[in-house]
């Protein structure tokens, strides 16, 4: 089974960013699979140098991911959760606290992009409930959205409050750049959970079908095309 190449870049707690540039750091790393199989487990050194992250890279098969982050000796932790596409590699920001890490784990959209189509720049934004299809949008909400964009591929976890008490409150939307620079929204259709120890996945791959139909409608309203998905309720 072909691997797929994962740089994780690891934004540092403050304790150890308080460390001089010269401090060696021991960080364990564990990546591990549902049924807690570990697809990566290894102390890693590193000099605290200058930067704000150190990098952790690995190699994994295609999945879904828990990584826990542990600095012992200055009480450094972190949890998160990562989607592997296959025949993609990636990378990932992710980051230790001080103290214990907050284990809730996100929503999860994710899908590939074809390198030529990279302009699109995929990003998933929030909605009101009462936003029907073909209405016009107002104003996104991003908070608690964090999306990250490869050239051939995007990911998203989100962890927005709203959409941790009630899934069904809000819109999900990914939204796309045309040419000219202007904003198409298409509705993510399926149903996610939150809140639990799993990430819920949602999968939406941009390819040459879906920007062709997509650069024919109107801009900025809520697209709503019929499509098969893929998506895991926990």
Request: hydrophobic residues 40%.
């Amino acid at each position: 089974m072909a691997l797929e190449h994962i740089i994780l870049n690891v934004g540092l707690c403050k304790a150890v960013a308080r460390l001089s540039p010269q401090a060696n750091v021991s960080m364990r790393v564990v990546v591990s699979d549902r049924v807690k199989r570990a697809e990566f487990d290894q102390t890693v050194q590193f000099r605290r140098g200058t930067g704000n992250s150190t990098p952790v890279e690995f190699d994994s098969s295609w999945g879904t991911y828990r990584i826990t982050m542990n600095i012992p000796k200055y009480n450094c932790n972190g949890i998160d959760f990562m989607e592997v596409l296959s025949d993609h590699n990636r990378s990932m920001n992710t980051m230790v606290v001080d103290g214990p890490a907050n284990p809730a784990a996100p929503v999860i959209i994710f899908g590939a992009l074809p390198q030529s189509f990279s302009y699109t720049q995929p990003s998933v934004v929030i909605f009101p409930s009462t936003l029907r299809c073909n209405g016009l949008v107002g104003d996104p909400q991003t908070d608690g959205v964090d999306n990250e964009l490869e050239q051939d591929a995007y990911y998203v976890a989100i962890r927005a409050p709203a959409f941790y008490r009630e899934p069904i409150g809000v819109t999900l939307a990914v939204r796309l750049q045309d040419s000219s620079g202007g904003s198409h929204y298409i509705r993510m259709p399926w149903k996610f959970a939150s809140g639990y120890t799993w990430p819920s996945i949602g999968k939406l791959d941009i390819d040459d079908a879906l920007l062709g139909w997509v650069a024919e409608q109107t801009e900025d309203i809520l697209l709503c095309p019929k499509f098969y998905g893929t998506s895991v309720d926990n």
